[in-house]
């Protein structure tokens, strides 16, 4: 959840959150490798999005990702 910075606060989101858990980020049964391996896992991801001001970002884009992320996770946990 670090680098890929864009323009302003939602082109950072959006860089992000594809780097991690856009479609080509899925494993052969269909579900996102990110969320099943890595170093820092879900803690970090809920630490980045504390820091958001959600004022600057198009809320009904970031619904959309937020909950592609929270049904993944209803799936492994």
């Known amino acids: 959840m670090t680098g890929n910075e864009g323009e302003d606060t939602w082109q950072t989101f959006n860089?992000?959150?594809d780097a991690?858990?856009?479609e080509d980020c899925c494993d052969g049964q269909g579900?996102?490798?990110?969320?099943h391996r890595?170093?820092?896992g879900i803690n970090m991801v809920v630490q980045y999005l504390s820091t958001?001001?959600?004022n600057l970002l198009p809320?009904?884009?970031v619904a959309k990702k937020l909950d592609q992320l929270e049904a993944e996770l209803e799936i492994i946990l």
């Open 15 to 17: 860089k992000r959150f």
């Open 20 to 22: 991690l858990f856009a």
């Open 31 to 35: 579900r996102l490798h990110h969320i």
């Open 38 to 40: 890595g170093e820092f």
């Open 52 to 54: 958001l001001d959600i």
């Open 59 to 61: 809320l009904n884009l």
